[in-house]
């Protein structure tokens, strides 16, 4: 018996749901870092990512050829043409690695922020979209080897660190504020898991 198929609208739309979840999951978690005095300054920084980051990806999705088809014909004929379907998910998925890159970046690194359950978290999201098999192993190396990299950035930037005189460690407040931001991430992160999942099982 061959399984129903989703429909590509409603894995667009749910494209869409991940975006804006990953969104106010990120804003959330830098509204938790910047009341902490060693994270506030980066946390502030970091607002302007997620501006660019929802208006690129929001662009690609809404641009998709399975939801341009839907509102397009509203612009007559100044509708823009498509973006195929393939290239859109690919496209989306690149940006939100990117942009969670230059999030952990800003936060402490892999060791330290709690951007990088949102790392872990993608390729997941690519299952839940039906992307093909080859395209998940890339989203998945990808990701390896982007930790793997923050991993040996921030191993290096602690050394120089604690080489330094002047080093201040984390107060113990701040190890709370920190604490939360990463439970929230976390939790949040599972829950965003859980909600696409059950959003384009088959009927």
Known sequence: MVAPQVQPTTLAGASIVI?????????????????????????????????????????????GEDLLS???????????????????FMAVFILDIIFVTILILRTGGTKLSPFTSVMFLLPSLAIFLREPVGRFLFYSLAVGIVYVVLLRATL???????????????????????????????????????????????E
Do not use: H
């Not at 999951?25 to 980051?53: C, D, E, G, P, Q």
């Not at 839907?70 to 859109?88: E, V």
């Not at 604690?162 to 201040?168: A, E, P």
């Open 19 to 63: 975006q804006v979840f990953l969104l106010s999951i990120s804003f959330v978690t830098l509204k938790l870092l910047s009341k902490s005095y060693s994270a506030r300054a980066a946390a502030i920084a970091s607002y302007s990512s997620l501006v660019v980051w929802l208006i690129l990806a929001l662009v690609v999705i809404l641009m």
């Open 70 to 88: 839907q509102w397009g014909p509203l612009l007559g004929k100044l509708s823009p043409p498509p973006i195929p379907r393939d290239f859109a």
């Open 156 to 202: 290096k930037s602690q050394t120089t660190d604690f080489d330094r005189s002047d080093y201040d460690a984390p107060s113990r407040s701040d190890e709370l504020l920190d604490d939360r931001a990463t439970i929230w991430t976390n939790i949040t992160c599972l829950a965003l898991a859980t909600l696409i999942g059950y959003i384009t099982q088959p």
